[in-house]
């Protein structure tokens, strides 16, 4: 026993590791992707079907197990349909790599200019009891969504988000998207998330901007019509209770950090310069505030 064993580890070369590595690696994303969504209760039903069949095939059950291996061999041509939105979100995080990047950089000024902007009409519309929605694009496109609202392509300021949100107004319902210094569109549909785990205080805005920072790298600003409370989702979480600082500081380190595609990065790697951080000033001398 112990000598094959020992037989077994002499013929595991470095490629093997690797390969187990990478497989490992990859099973774990497909994990953050599927939890708290739909797909990981259907993917439980599936291992418990698996492992049906193989009981059944193990104890000679042969009408089970034909039956099971059949249904299997419809389950693996309906998966894509039925995995289509945790599938396109798994092409859409792959696709955010820094291949596909266009370079962009701001100034400390224009910086410092859109988070007061935003901080301010967050704080505004939240004494008022507005709500409001406020995504700011990153890495992943957002096109899709746009498309759904009213293209507005104006720069951002507090006054036009505050009159965009205003109740009866024709682009109050809806999303706002910002894409670098711009407001590019209003009125915008955002998909609810699936998470089972939410709050009850949690209403449709709460949802809609969950939702979409699960299937996107955005940051989406919420405040809430009934409480006036300032959240910002990111990542499929969401943080609440937030004020005007709290609010600049969080999307700082996102405007301040330039998005760089390989080629600027290589190019400042070779020439021995670390990468810009814009705004770096005005962060440090808020965060002694």
């Not at 994990?31 to 797909?39: C, D, G, V």
């Not at 007061?116 to 096109?143: C, K």
Request: glycine fraction near 6%; charge should be neutral.
């Amino acid at each position: 026993m112990l000598g094959s064993a020992q037989s077994v580890l002499h013929t595991i070369t470095f490629l093997d590791i690797l390969d187990i590595l990478v497989v490992a690696f990859f099973l774990n994303k497909l994990y953050q992707i599927l939890k708290n969504t739909r797909a990981a209760s259907l993917v439980k039903g599936l291992l418990v079907l698996l492992a049906i069949m193989l009981v059944s095939k193990w104890l000679n059950l042969y009408v089970i197990n034909w039956l099971l291996e059949k249904f299997m061999t419809m389950t693996m041509i309906a998966l894509p349909v039925v995995f289509q939105p945790e599938l396109r979100r798994a092409l859409e995080q792959i696709g955010r790599g820094k291949l596909f990047r266009k370079s962009t950089i701001y100034n400390e000024t224009q910086v410092e200019n859109m988070l007061e902007a935003i901080a301010t009409a967050a704080d505004d519309l939240s004494r008022h009891r507005i709500g409001a929605l406020i995504v700011v694009e990153r890495e992943t496109g957002l096109s899709d969504y746009i498309e759904t609202g009213i293209q507005i392509d104006a720069l951002i300021s507090a006054e036009l988000f505050e009159n965009i949100f205003i109740p009866n107004t024709p682009l109050h319902d809806g999303a706002v998207i910002i894409r670098g210094d711009r407001i590019v569109a209003a009125s915008c549909l955002l998909p609810l998330t699936e998470a089972r785990n939410l709050s009850q205080e949690l209403g449709t805005r709460h949802r809609a901007a969950i939702g979409l920072s699960e299937q996107t790298d955005a940051l989406i600003l919420i405040v809430s019509e009934e409480t006036g409370t300032i959240s910002l989702a990111r990542g499929g979480g969401i943080q609440r209770y937030l004020n005007h600082h709290d609010v600049k500081d969080l999307l700082r380190p996102v405007m301040t950090q330039p998005m760089l595609n390989w080629k600027d990065s290589l190019k400042l790697r070779l020439r021995g310069e670390e990468i810009p951080k814009t705004g770096a000033k005005e962060g440090k001398k808020d965060d002694k505030q």
